[in-house]
């Protein structure tokens, strides 16, 4: 059985930075899809980046684009988001997915979820 466990949320000041780890376990994830995706208070859950397994990355939204980086260590099953010049409204609770093949921007289309981690970004 898949799990997906993440951490390195926080609270953090504005312009501070923070690197979110997912741990994955309970299969080999070649040919896998990885991706974090945010929820804020009141509003829907938004994707932020992914990347395969072979290491292909993408980011998402306009707004995390030259501060956000998702990357994959190059040993173990672990993703990581490092968030760099972190503004308030990036204040979230960030979950890390996995789907089988390519990723997608859809959370329905993500068959596994972890529990979320709290980013807080203090102004």
């Known amino acids: 059985q898949v799990q997906l466990v993440e951490s390195g949320g926080g609270l953090v000041q504005a312009g501070g930075s923070l690197r979110l780890s997912c741990a994955a376990s309970?299969?080999?994830?070649?040919?896998?899809?990885m991706a974090w995706f945010r929820q804020a208070p009141g509003k829907a859950r938004e994707f932020v980046a992914g990347?395969?397994?072979?290491?292909?990355?993408?980011a998402s939204a306009d707004s995390v684009k030259g501060r956000f980086t998702i990357s994959r260590a190059d040993a173990g099953n672990t993703i990581y988001l490092q968030m760099n010049n972190l503004k308030p409204e990036d204040t979230a609770v960030y979950y890390c997915?996995?789907?089988?093949?390519?990723?997608?921007?859809?959370?329905?289309?993500?068959?596994?979820w972890g529990q979320g981690t709290q980013v807080t970004v203090s102004s």
């Open positions: 990347i395969t397994w072979a290491g292909y990355r993408a």
């Open positions: 997915a996995a789907r089988s093949g390519y990723f997608s921007q859809s959370t329905s289309d993500y068959e596994h």
């Open positions: 309970g299969r080999t994830f070649g040919g896998f899809a």
